[in-house]
Every structure is written in structure tokens, then in C-alpha cells.
């Protein structure tokens, strides 16, 4: 087992990674920017490293010194977080020739789930079902009108790097395909390095339903089951939970097992998320996270099993120890994020100081928080400052409990999403289960029911 790990991330995902390295008896190294010079984590973690100034291309994104942050500690192990350099293949790589083990997956399998265009053409190889379009790249503008024709309007326009609501457009007719393809290639460009696009049929008002695996270096792979995150603006998610409330035992079944053969498919250690959209019974392969995803806290609340955990011990060449046999789901979990953002005005970023700040408690909460009072909410990063998760016996008790912790959560100084989640559990969209897209992008309801204080 690995005596110090350094995580190359910060905020609320460093200070739940120096916790499970804490309870395991593992030293902890914090690399931090400018910035963050004054964050929780830096003082939670055994050893902290200033790796640069605030902007994220001088210090979060910078491989060669985290490495050498990693060296000069001691550190045999780096945990990447989400998000920076978390699904880099090329930072795997650098990790292995420094001798310093990456907790995650290969370069391999990482490098070709991170390609749209690549993981399509192995999923379809493994015979795991993908969204109707093309398995490869659309260069050609006679050939994408002619097979958009074919799939039939609308259709979907990703890049093939597309990740965090970038690179993806919608063509609802013919007359914005061009557009579609020019903003999706664009963004691929900007953001991705990698403009090649593909089209997919548009299915509309789906459920976001992606299955938890793990998988060991011995060939083990098992599923803990599927998480919803249905409700999102922007394709960026707002609110998850564990189980999916339309999901049947033999549908969940269904799915574990793509997951499962998903993974196997290429190769896969470590945890990993394959993300699927669901329409009626039909689910199909969407992408596959190659890291630990932001709701995984759910997943941990109604497993009992602790990823980071997993993820570690994987690292470290040990076998899982537990078969898909030993993954049980007991009760309900919903996780919000909280984010300093408007809701009222489109979820815009809101940057400030937290003034006061006071978490809500009780045995059915969980925090995952990086903020406290003072904190600087900066434009340099994600606007994401904690995640409330509850867990209840069943959906109506967890969306109960939810909406009690969201009362006594409270944040001063800057807006954030709390009105918003208050708003939204406590409509009959989500009690209903729906996917809430309608509220979402409805900026009236917004304005109304979730305005910021």
C-alpha cells in the first residue's frame, strides 16, 4: 500500500480524498494555486505545495510540476480528482515515467473512451448498444445532410472531445444543420483541441442514466449499480440520485451488465462511470467517465462502499474485495449541488466572499464541502462550492430530508443554487420523477420560484 498520496485537484473533492487517505493511515500532499493559498484543504491535508498562479493553465493544468510537487514530498501515489488533468492520458503517462503510480486507469483505455468517435466504435465492436449516427467523423458536408436526412430531424452535432455541455449542438431542421456542425466544431477546437464532429439521432427528453463499475488489474469487474441525473441545464448536471426512481430491477440489471461489458471492453481499472441515455426500455451507451465522478457520494450512501477507497487499493495492485454478489442497495440518496450561481438569471457564475456559512446536520446529511466563512469564490474555477447528499429509506423520506437540509444550510455573502433545489424538490415534476427540464429552462418559473435572496 502507497504511505503518501499527492492530489492534484483542490476544493471539495481534495478535502474527500485527504479523508479517505486519512482513515486508511495514508499521508496526504495538497498542491494548491494562488488562489487557494487559504482553502480548508490545504490546512486538511499533512503537506501542502504552491504549484503556480490562480489561472488553471499555470498551475492545476501544469503536469510537470504536480509531478515534481510529487517528488520533492515523497509522494509514491497521485489521486487526480475530477475535472484538470483527471482524464489526461498523457499525464498518466508522464506519471509512469516518474514511477509514481496514477490512481486511475491506463492510458489506453482512458485515451479511447475519451474520444466520442473512438468509444462508439468500441462499444458497437463489443456489442453494446449506442445511439443511432455515425461511427465516424463527418468531414465531408454532403455526406452529413444526406445521413442527418437518414436519422431523420432533429439530430445531434458532438465533437468528438465534446465534455461539459461543449462541442454539442442540435440541427432541428435542415435548414440549421450547417450551423450545428460549425458551432459543435468550433467549440471541439476551442476547448478540446480536436474539432472532428459526428451526428447522432436527437433523442429528446431522455433520463441520464449512468451505472457505477470498478474494476481490478486481476480481471474483476462489478457494477454498484445506477445513478440519475436527469435533471441538468446546459448539459451540466444540478441534482443526482441513486436508484434511478424509473428504473426496474430487470432494467437495472440490464444495465449493470452493459456496464460491465463496457469496461471489460477495453481493458478498464480503477472506478469509472459509463453514462447511457434511457428512452422508454431502450438505454444507450452515451461515454464513459474515467474517473470519479462528482456524484459518487450517492453511490457510496446507498452501497456502503467507500470509491476513493476502491480506487486506491486498485492502484495499489490489490484485487477487489468484494464480487457483485457483496453490492447491496438499501435506501434512497439525492445529492445537490451547491453552486454559487443565479438561477434566476440563467445560472449565471456569482464570485464573492462568503461573509457566514453554517452546514445543516443530522445522521441522514452528508457534506462534501471545500468553502467556509471568508472564502473567496473566484472566476478561475468551477462555481461548484460543496455537494449536500441525504439518504432516506425511500424517495419521498430522501426528498423530505433534503428539503429540511436545504433550510438549515446557510450561506451569506454570494447567491447560490439553495432556493433553486428548495424550488425544484418541492415541485410535482420531481415528485412525479420527472426529468424537470421543463422547469429548468423555463425562466419565468426561475425568476418566481427561485430567485436568490
Not at 17 to 29: E, K, P, W
Not at 222 to 239: G, Y
Not at 261 to 275: D, I, L, N
Not at 422 to 443: F, G, I, K, P
Request: proline share 4%.
Amino acid at each position: 500500500m502507497f504511505t503518501k498520496v499527492l492530489i492534484a485537484n483542490r476544493g471539495e473533492i481534495a478535502s474527500r480524498v485527504i479523508a479517505t487517505l486519512d482513515r486508511m493511515g495514508i499521508a496526504s500532499v495538497a498542491v494548491y494555486s494562488d488562489a487557494d493559498a487559504h482553502s480548508p484543504y490545504v490546512r486538511q491535508a499533512g503537506e501542502a505545495v504552491h504549484i503556480g498562479p490562480s489561472p488553471v493553465g499555470e498551475s492545476y493544468l501544469r503536469s510537470d510540476r504536480i509531478i515534481e510537487a510529487a517528488r520533492s514530498t515523497g509522494a509514491d501515489a497521485i489521486h487526480p480528482g475530477y475535472g484538470f488533468l483527471a482524464e489526461n492520458p498523457e499525464f498518466v503517462m508522464a506519471c509512469d515515467e516518474a514511477g509514481i503510480v496514477f490512481i486511475g486507469p491506463g492510458a489506453d483505455a482512458m485515451r479511447t473512451m475519451g474520444s466520442k468517435i473512438g468509444s462508439r466504435i468500441a462499444m458497437q465492436d463489443a456489442g453494446v448498444p449506442v445511439v443511432p449516427g455515425t461511427v465516424e467523423a463527418i468531414d465531408d458536408r454532403r455526406l452529413a445532410f444526406e445521413t442527418a436526412r437518414d436519422l431523420g430531424f432533429p439530430v445531434a452535432v458532438k465533437a468528438s472531445a465534446a465534455g461539459g455541455g461543449k462541442g454539442f449542438r442540435v440541427a432541428h431542421a435542415e435548414d440549421e444543420l450547417e450551423a450545428a456542425i460549425e458551432g459543435a466544431s468550433g467549440e471541439g477546437e476551442r476547448f478540446f483541441g480536436d474539432g472532428s464532429v459526428y451526428l447522432e439521432r436527437y433523442l429528446e427528453n431522455p433520463r441520464h442514466i449512468e451505472v457505477q463499475i470498478l474494476a481490478d488489474s486481476h480481471g474483476n469487474v462489478i457494477h454498484l449499480f445506477e445513478r440519475d441525473c436527469s435533471v441538468q441545464r446546459r448539459h451540466q448536471k444540478l441534482v443526482e440520485e441513486a436508484p434511478a426512481p424509473m428504473v426496474t430491477p430487470e432494467l437495472r440489471e440490464r444495465i449493470g451488465q452493459i456496464a460491465v461489458t463496457a469496461a471489460h471492453s477495453v481493458g478498464y481499472v480503477s472506478a469509472g462511470t459509463v453514462e447511457g441515455l434511457l428512452v422508454g426500455d431502450d438505454y444507450y451507451f452515451l461515454e464513459m467517465n474515467t474517473r470519479i465522478q462528482v456524484e459518487h457520494g450517492v453511490t457510496e450512501l446507498v452501497t456502503g462502499i467507500d470509491l476513493i477507497e476502491q480506487q486506491v487499493r486498485v492502484a495499489a495492485g490489490e484485487a477487489l474485495s468484494i464480487t457483485q454478489n457483496d453490492v447491496r442497495l438499501t435506501g434512497h440518496a439525492i445529492e445537490c449541488r451547491i453552486n454559487a450561481e443565479r438561477a434566476s438569471r440563467g445560472f449565471l457564475p456569482a464570485p464573492g466572499t462568503i461573509t457566514e456559512y453554517a452546514e445543516p446536520t443530522g445522521t441522514d446529511v452528508r457534506i462534501d464541502s471545500g468553502v467556509e466563512a471568508g472564502t473567496v469564490v473566484t472566476s478561475f474555477y468551477d462555481p461548484m462550492l460543496a455537494k449536500l447528499l441525504v439518504v432516506g429509506p425511500d424517495r419521498d423520506s430522501a426528498t423530505e430530508a433534503m428539503i429540511r437540509a436545504l433550510d438549515g444550510y446557510r450561506i451569506e455573502g454570494i447567491p447560490t443554487l439553495i432556493p433553486f433545489h428548495r424550488a425544484l424538490l418541492q415541485s410535482s415534476q420531481w415528485r412525479n420523477a420527472e426529468t424537470c427540464s421543463d422547469l429548468v429552462s423555463d425562466r419565468t418559473w426561475l425568476k418566481t420560484n427561485a430567485a436568490e435572496s
